[in-house]
C-alpha cells in the first residue's frame, strides 16, 4: 500500500467553480500535513500546510481527519492559475511521503 | 526561505557513464535531500545529505549507486553511476532548516540512452 494515496484526475472545472479532492494516507503516527503545487515541468511549491481544525489561505480551504486518515483541499472561485497538479504531503520518520498528485485544469 | 539552484538543468547520457548533479543553496540550511522523480509519479526520496557524514539512504537505493556529498551547509552533489535507461527521470534537491520545511531546486532532467 502507498503511503499517500490520490485521485490522480483529472479535474475540468470552469473558471469560477469549486473543485475539491482527497488524499488518504497509510501511517496513522503522521504528524504534519502539507498541500503542494507543481506545475508542469516546473519544482513543486508549498501551497499550504494543514491544520487539525481545518485551515483557509484565501480561496483555498484544508482539511484534515486524523480517524479516517485523509485528508482534503477545496478550491473556490477558481482561476485559470489554479491549474497545476497538487500533490498531498505527508511527515513521518524524519522525511516526507508525497501522492503522486491531483492535476486540476481550469477553463475558461 | 531558500532558493535553491541545480545543475545541470538537463542532460543526455550514455548508459554505463555517471553524471554528477549540483545543488546549491543561497543560505545555510540544516538539511538536504535528494529526490527523484518520474513522469506522472510522486516524488521518490532517495537519500537526506547529511552533512559531514555519509547519506542516509532509503529502502532500494544504495551508496555505490548514487553517492552524494555534502561538504557545507549550502552545497550537495549526488552522482548517478553506471546510468542505464532505467535511471532516466528527474532528479530534485530540497533543503530547507527541517524536514518539514522543505523548498526545492528546478530539478535535473536526466536521460539515459
Known amino acids: 500500500r502507498k503511503e499517500v494515496e490520490q485521485d490522480p484526475g483529472p479535474f475540468n472545472v470552469p473558471e469560477g467553480a469549486t473543485v475539491a479532492f482527497n488524499c488518504t494516507y497509510s501511517n496513522s503516527a503522521s504528524q504534519s500535513f502539507f498541500w503542494y503545487r507543481q506545475d508542469c515541468r516546473k519544482e513543486p511549491k508549498l501551497l499550504m500546510s494543514v491544520y487539525s481544525s481545518g485551515n483557509e489561505d484565501g480561496r483555498f480551504t484544508a482539511q484534515l481527519n486524523r480517524a479516517s486518515q485523509y485528508i482534503s483541499l477545496l478550491i473556490r472561485d477558481s482561476k485559470l492559475s489554479d491549474s497545476a497538479t497538487y500533490l498531498c504531503v505527508v511527515s513521518g520518520d524524519y522525511k516526507l511521503s508525497f501522492g503522486a498528485g491531483t492535476t486540476v485544469t481550469v477553463r475558461a | 526561505s531558500a532558493v535553491i539552484s541545480q545543475k545541470p538543468s538537463r542532460d543526455i547520457c550514455q548508459r554505463g557513464t555517471s553524471l554528477t548533479i549540483q545543488c546549491q543553496v543561497d543560505?545555510?540550511?540544516?538539511?538536504m535531500f535528494w529526490y527523484r522523480q518520474q513522469p506522472g509519479q510522486s516524488l521518490t526520496l532517495i537519500a537526506t545529505a547529511n552533512q559531514g557524514s555519509e547519506a542516509t539512504y532509503e529502502s532500494g537505493f544504495v551508496i555505490d549507486k548514487f553517492p552524494i556529498s555534502r561538504p557545507n551547509l549550502t552545497f550537495s552533489t549526488l552522482t548517478v553511476s553506471n546510468m542505464s535507461p532505467e535511471d532516466s527521470s528527474i532528479y530534485l534537491c530540497s533543503g530547507g532548516q527541517s524536514f518539514y520545511e522543505q523548498y526545492f531546486g528546478p530539478g535535473t532532467r536526466l536521460t539515459v540512452t
Open positions: 543560505s545555510q540550511v540544516t538539511m
